[in-house]
């Protein structure tokens, strides 16, 4: 296996950092709580936020969309006396 190490200080591998961030982990603290990569010398800390930046972390879908929030106003009516 071809290991390719992102952290010297603590001998943390890239696959290691992703595995993090499949597990939660989305920035460089919180990679480094996981497994203190970056909390020594700090020279890994910009390959780390190159790894979490290609996908290595599930970002969340942006909210509405540009679909307008109110757009369904007008079917209110439709729903009686009970709205």
Do not use: N, W
């Not at 480094?32 to 290609?54: H, M, P």
């Amino acid at each position: 296996m071809d290991r390719v190490f992102v952290c010297s200080c603590f001998g943390v591998t890239e696959q290691q950092v992703k595995k993090h961030a499949a597990d939660g982990a989305c920035t460089p603290r919180q990679i480094a709580s996981a497994c203190k990569a970056g909390t020594d010398c700090g020279s890994c800390v910009r390959r780390i936020q190159a790894i979490l930046g290609r996908g290595a972390c599930p970002r969340p879908e942006p909210a509405g969309q540009g679909v307008a929030v109110y757009a369904d106003l007008g079917k209110t009516a439709e729903l009686g006396e009970a709205a």
